[in-house]
């Protein structure tokens, strides 16, 4: 079946500093892949997507690349600022089903 | 951009009463919906699926008569908790898809039972 394991939180930075946060996928077939972002008291955000192998999803500054060789969908972001705070979410779908990571919350101190 | 309500945004009830969850595509029509449930700290865990006009279809583990749903229209799904109990409050999410495009969450419905 499907799964997705994302890096534990939670994870505390200062402003301007560098995000990384490891996301790999168990999947039969070839899924699309995912981030979405939860801020506080807030529903979730589609952030990005990549869709077949080599892909790379941007938004906002945050990247991340479709990774098959590896099954990884790591999220990067160069310069995190204070509003980047929030919950994100790493998800696969090959059917119209998503499936979530656990989520790691981000928290940017000024 | 395509924007999915839900109401009510919380809500208290004792234990034994029914609660009702609205979602609403607000701009876009939904063939499909969702809803999951999140528990603190936790990830989203999907308990059913509802296509317009057809019966849910429901994860393994879900008890399909104690969460209802119902999706009567392309705009409008309910989920609706019944003999709630403290165990069930939870935060409860619902998303929508339109034909052939990813799916769009609303903010959720916090529900505590007492």
């Known amino acids: 079946g499907n799964s997705v394991t994302q890096m534990e939180g939670p994870v505390t930075l200062s402003e301007e500093a560098f995000l990384t946060i490891n996301c790999t996928y168990t999947?039969?077939?070839?899924?699309?892949l995912f981030w979405y972002v939860q801020y506080p008291g807030e529903g979730l955000q589609l952030l990005l997507k990549a869709t077949k192998a080599d892909d790379k999803g941007s938004n906002k500054g945050f990247e991340a690349t479709y990774r098959k060789e590896t099954t990884s969908f790591h999220l990067e972001k160069g310069s995190v600022q204070v509003s980047d705070s929030a919950v994100y979410f790493c998800a696969l779908s090959n059917d119209y089903k998503l499936s979530f990571g656990a989520g790691t919350t981000v928290t940017v101190r000024a | 951009g395509a924007v999915v309500s839900q109401h009510p945004s919380w809500v208290i009830c004792k234990s034994g009463t029914s609660v009702k969850i609205e979602c609403r595509s607000l701009d876009f029509q939904a063939t499909t919906m969702f809803w999951y449930r999140q528990f603190p700290k936790q990830s989203l865990m999907l308990m059913a699926t509802s296509n317009e006009g057809s019966k849910a279809t429901y994860e393994q583990g879900v008890e399909k008569d104690k969460f209802l749903i119902n999706h009567a229209s392309l705009t409008l799904s309910t989920l609706t908790v019944t003999s709630a109990h403290p165990e069930d409050s939870s935060f409860y999410i619902c998303?929508?898809?339109?034909?052939?495009?990813?799916?769009?969450f609303g903010p959720g419905t916090r529900l505590l039972v007492l």
């Open positions: 999947a039969t077939g070839y899924p699309s």
């Open positions: 998303s929508a898809r339109p034909p052939q495009e990813t799916q769009y």
